[in-house]
């Protein structure tokens, strides 16, 4: 230490060479009177260099930075995924997913704290001397040595001298002192001494925060899990399962941070705590019941504010209050604090229709599902004659508020649009494959016709590729289904075809029953491909069995055979709607054969083997709190109150101090002469600049002798 | 500011305080006490106390500014006088800034915040021309571009904070929210800090570098802001956002990190002189470059207050962190760069006042300081996420 405070003046090269030894000998004094022993001399000196205070600062830097980079308290799988079960193992035992928290973190921050509390017990005593003594032991010779510094001879004699100059480095904000011996009069004036005590505390504030701060942490619990206490638990289990070795009892924590997710109507009094890539659940001394949610939206759906009236019950007084609590607007709480985390779905309930879109099993009745509820979140086994599928249904939304893009073309069309609420699901095979959907519940308007939209992807990175179902004259699904259905139903579609075949040959004036047969064969088969996979199938179907030359010509005529087929499949729906197809066919009726038509085309291309209709919702949200408890909190505040005054007091505060030296002239003479001097420390420039004023001040009194 | 040997007599005689303070200076502190009763007459319905409190906090802080460092006064009636002006008119139609000659093409935010950009790198080329020809003129005027493009700034910041209100007054907030509007701040900020140290060392050479970083961020904003992302409309604020502390926290760090910038480019003139002064070189242009002294001291003084506003910052951000997210400390990326950071400045801090170092190394060390702000700046909304993730690239 001695040797960098030395470095330190010589570099300044402004402070007389007496004056380093001066300070090295109070530093001197002070160790022998601790009597610092070998071992622990070495110690300190080891815990209290700048060394090991810079490399730690470089150290937790870097650590720090490797938290950043790596997300931490990711699931446990992710990381797998990531890294490979070889680099997994690696991290993990180095604690890296939860860097902030692992013990070699926790260790590096107790070094910063064992070194600072080091520099603060070394250097207190000489800073509480420098921060109070005036140092009028000083000699003219090591006056003469400073960097700034000036004699002068006066005609008057030393006292008044010494009052004149008194009074004026008392205007210029300095204190002084002085001392006679045998009419050598010393002035030692100072200014600004306080910015030494900001070291202690900036020093001081750094113990104060890490400590508090290391409080409020967890590390605690971590301590217990090591002794065998407390286990995290990772399996995916209602609150009231969880085994006791998870569970932390009302009292027995004093700092933590946990979340909770309460439904509409409900009422909790645990949180859990994240631990790793597994919780723990913390008993409250209080239940809290969520009343009501409600959030605002922007215009462009943004929210725009989310709050919860809750009311808290004291689970010994049974005392109660309620409370709204918004972002940024906490519950205060005794100890605890109720933020406004987040929300979610509480449990709506979804009212579903399933309709059947598998076309491979021709020859067996379409399956039916009777309609069914499912609540958000849930999972159901629903079975197909193509298997087993799970249908999950993991977010619903209540509207989906979107950019208008025909914003701007009109007078009144707004800048967004409402597409309504929509249902996010996925249904998973019985070989744990899944795809995921989005379906829109109300159906949106294009060109003027309704479409019911629904998206599709096979993983989260893809955009969603959607159907457009066209709705019929209800605004239903049903004629979709309904034209679905018959064209699966092979005795029907054989009448149907056979009933075609006749009449298109009868039109054409050839009835021969065994072209007709021929005919209704090719038809049915025609309906079949299409049904199956679309215009493609039916193309790749001609390609494979056609020689090239003839292709074209095959193609168009079964393309017209097919048109034929579908269209009386349509009109046999329409009917069955009660339409009467002689006279009274609809415009909109003949479009939605187009779009009928067309959407049959790329259905094989939407992979699900039923689609599925929300006829009906009943919606309820959660909120999402943070519950915490950090009795530090205060502590660190104050640590950063000290921060801040220390930081001032070092940077802004500029510690400065003049020694006059006034000897009387010679015994004949009245006057005296004086020798000035001083040091700026860390503001040379300034002190610089104020000497010179003070020098300019003197020469109009005195005159300058060299 | 700069002392004369004549002003600084005055500080070893008798003397009262305010009586250094000029007839202007007290009517400068009438006029911003005026106005804020006024502001507060009209608005204090809208404001809690926190917010009254920033505002009294600010005006305060405004006139002391002004009498500690005189050109501030005329800069700010200069602000005051362009934005009012344009809030006038645009009355209460947003719309007018389409069609109204003033708002279009010189006093709407986006047109304020074009201007500013035009001068700032005409100011950049206009340094260093001072720099390399030795023209003081080229050197002053390229002073008084920079003292306009920062004028034209922060009138672009004030006339989008009375758009943000004319688009909805839900939608109303400081403009201090993406990060389109922090590099707007980022470099008046910047520019006030060197404005600050040209007026005080009486140099201008050192003006080309400083100015140069101020350029890229005008890059980085023109991209950014009017490229393809169109994130120099006015969006809503997310509800974590909207709080009082967003007024105190954002400009503190830019303090801060406006400081660290300028510390860095002080670092780069710094290093080039060194080297050529070291290589026996003694040009005409490296003679004309500040004094190796000057610029180590300069950049001292930078990294000091940087590190004191930064700190403020840092405080300031935990303690809204512990009224928005339910913790003053979750090592959100942004906040574990805001330490980052910070341990960076303190090592250089502990390295220079207790070893005593100087010069090259912690020149160096300042440049790469720039690199280390900059990713905690924009690296963490680019490649990290986190609580901070508004204004993601
Ligand atoms: C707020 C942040 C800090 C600031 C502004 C700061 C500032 C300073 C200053 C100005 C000195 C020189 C003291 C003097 O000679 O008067 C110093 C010394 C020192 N600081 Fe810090 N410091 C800070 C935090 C820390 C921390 C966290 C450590 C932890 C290791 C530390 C370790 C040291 C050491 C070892 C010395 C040398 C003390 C000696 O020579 O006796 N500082 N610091």
Not at chain 2, 150 to 170: A, C, P, Q
């Amino acid at each position: 230490m001695s040797n960098e405070i030395k470095s330190d003046k010589q570099h300044l090269g402004d402070i007389a060479s007496e004056e380093v030894s001066l300070q090295q000998q109070a530093i001197e004094r002070e160790r022998s009177n601790r009597k610092e022993h070998g071992l622990l001399k070495v110690l300190l000196s080891f815990m209290g260099s700048m060394e090991l205070a810079i490399s730690l600062f470089v150290i937790i830097g870097i650590a720090s930075i490797i938290g950043t980079i790596l997300q931490q308290n990711q699931d446990y799988n992710t990381y797998i995924i990531k890294f490979g079960p070889f680099w997994f193992e690696v991290f993990r035992s180095m604690e890296l997913f939860d860097i902030y928290s692992s013990w070699w973190f926790v260790l590096l921050l107790g070094f910063l704290l064992a070194s600072t509390a080091t520099c603060i017990y070394r250097y207190t005593p000489t800073i509480i001397r420098e921060w109070r003594q005036f140092r009028l032991n000083i000699s003219s010779k090591s006056l003469k040595l400073m960097h700034s510094s000036s004699s002068w001879s006066s005609q008057i004699s030393p006292d008044e001298t010494a009052q004149f100059i008194q009074e004026k480095l008392s205007n210029g904000g300095y204190q002084s002192r002085q001392k006679n011996e045998q009419g050598v009069i010393t002035i030692a004036a100072k200014k600004g001494a306080i910015n030494r005590l900001g070291y202690l505390f900036t020093h001081g504030a750094i113990i104060v925060i890490c400590l508090s701060a290391l409080y409020d942490g967890n590390f605690n619990l971590k301590l217990r899990e090591v002794a065998g206490q407390l286990k995290p638990e990772t399996r995916d289990l209602f609150a009231s399962q969880v085994p006791d070795i998870s569970r932390l009892k009302a009292h027995e924590n004093h700092a933590f941070r946990g979340n909770a997710s309460i439904p509409e109507g409900s009422t909790t009094g645990l949180v859990f705590l994240q631990m790793r890539n597994g919780y723990l659940v913390q008993e409250l001394p209080f239940n809290i019941s969520l009343n009501d949610f409600r959030i605002e939206h922007y215009e462009s759906g943004m929210p725009k504010s989310f709050e919860s009236d809750v009311v808290i019950e004291d689970k010994e007084t049974g005392e109660q209050i309620s409370k709204t609590i918004e972002v940024n607007h906490p519950l205060i709480y005794k100890d605890f604090a109720i933020y406004q985390a987040s929300f979610d779905d509480g449990g709506s309930v979804m009212d579903i229709q399933a309709w059947p879109l598998s076309a491979t099993e021709q020859d067996s009745k379409p399956f039916n599902i009777e309609p069914f509820k499912q609540v958000v979140g849930e999972k159901k086994l629903i079975q197909t004659p193509d298997g087993d599928y799970k249908l999950e249904l993991a977010e619903f939304k209540k509207s989906n508020v979107q950019p208008n893009p025909k914003a701007g073309t009109g007078e009144n069309e707004r800048k967004f649009k409402n597409m309504g609420p929509s249902l996010t699901f996925r249904i998973r095979d019985s070989s744990g494959q899944a795809q995921e959907f989005i379906n829109y519940l109300n159906p949106s308007a294009q060109e003027g016709r309704f479409f019911f939209l629904s998206g599709v992807r096979s993983t989260a990175a893809e955009p969603f590729r959607y159907l457009f179902i066209p709705a019929d004259d209800d605004i239903s699904l049903k004629r979709f289904f309904d034209f679905r259905a018959l064209l699966s139903d092979s005795v029907q579609m054989k009448r149907i075809a056979e009933k075609t075949a006749a009449m298109s040959l009868q039109s054409a004036g050839t009835p021969n029953s065994e072209m007709v047969t021929q005919m209704a064969v090719v038809m049915q088969r025609l309906a079949e491909l299409f049904n199956q996979g679309g215009f493609d199938l039916v193309l790749n179907d001609i390609n494979d069995k056609v020689p090239e030359d003839r292709r074209k010509e095959v193609s168009d005529s079964y393309f017209k055979v097919l048109q034929t087929i579908l269209g009386t499949v349509y009109l046999e729906v329409l009917q069955g709607e009660g339409v009467d197809i002689e006279n009274n066919i609809t415009p909109a009726q003949e479009r939605y054969y187009d779009d009928l038509v067309n959407t049959m085309g790329v259905v094989s291309n939407y992979k699900a083997p039923f689609y599925l209709q929300v006829k009906s919702f009943e919606h309820k949200e959660a909120s999402g709190f943070q519950i915490t408890k950090s009795p530090g909190k205060d502590l660190v505040y104050l640590g950063c109150v000290l921060l801040c005054i220390g930081i001032v007091l070092m940077f802004y505060v500029a510690h400065k101090r003049i020694w006059i030296i006034i000897t009387p002239a010679a015994e004949d003479e009245s006057g005296s002469h004086l020798v000035v001097a001083g040091s700026g420390d860390r503001h040379q420039k300034e002190f610089a600049m104020e000497f010179k004023a003070l020098s300019q001040l003197l020469d109009k009194q005195f005159s300058k002798s060299g | 500011m700069s002392m004369t040997g004549q002003e600084m007599e005055n500080i070893f005689e008798k003397q009262n305080l305010w009586r250094k303070l000029s007839l202007f200076d007290w009517g400068w502190a009438g006029l911003l006490m005026m106005s804020t009763a006024y502001a507060w007459q009209q608005y204090s319905v809208f404001m809690d106390t926190y917010e009254a409190g920033i505002l009294i906090a600010t005006t305060l802080s405004i006139i002391a500014w002004g009498w500690l460092w005189k050109p501030v006064r005329a800069y700010s009636l200069y602000v005051a006088v362009i934005s009012l002006f344009a809030i006038y008119l645009y009355g209460n139609d947003l719309a007018l800034g389409e069609t109204n000659f003033f708002l279009k093409f010189l006093i709407s935010s986006k047109s304020a915040i074009m201007w500013m950009s035009a001068l700032y790198v005409l100011a950049t080329v206009a340094y260093f021309i001072g720099l390399f020809i030795g023209s003081e003129f080229s050197s002053k005027t390229a002073s008084a571009m920079t003292w306009s493009a920062t004028v034209m700034g922060l009138v672009g910041l004030l006339v989008r904070w009375r758009e943000s209100y004319l688009i909805h007054f839900d939608v109303g907030h400081i403009p201090v929210s993406n990060l389109y509007e922090v590099f707007i701040l980022f470099s008046i900020i910047t520019a006030l800090l060197y404005l600050y140290y040209e007026g005080k060392s009486k140099t201008y050479n050192m003006g080309g570098f400083v100015l140069l970083v101020i350029s890229s961020a005008v890059a980085f904003l023109l991209w950014y802001g009017f490229g393809s992302r169109g994130a120099s409309e006015i969006q809503p604020l997310v509800p974590a956002l909207q709080s009082y502390w967003m007024k105190i926290h954002v400009p503190a760090n830019f303090v801060g990190y406006g400081a660290f910038a300028l510390a860095a480019m002080l670092g780069v003139a710094y290093l080039i002189k060194d080297t050529m002064v070291n290589r026996g070189s003694n040009g005409a242009i490296i003679n004309r470059f500040p004094d190796l002294e000057i610029l180590d001291d300069v950049m001292y003084k930078a990294i000091a207050l940087g590190f004191a506003f930064f700190t403020l910052a840092t405080i300031l951000g935990a303690m809204w962190a512990a009224e928005a997210w339910g913790g003053y400390w979750s090592w959100d990326p942004k906040e574990t760069w805001a330490l980052i950071v910070w341990l960076n400045y303190a090592a250089w801090l502990h390295l220079r006042l207790t070893k005593g170092w100087r010069g090259r190394p912690l020149a160096w060390w300042s440049v790469i300081g720039l690199f280390v702000t900059l990713f905690a700046f924009i690296g963490v909304n680019m490649f990290l996420s986190g609580l901070h993730s508004y204004g993601e690239l």
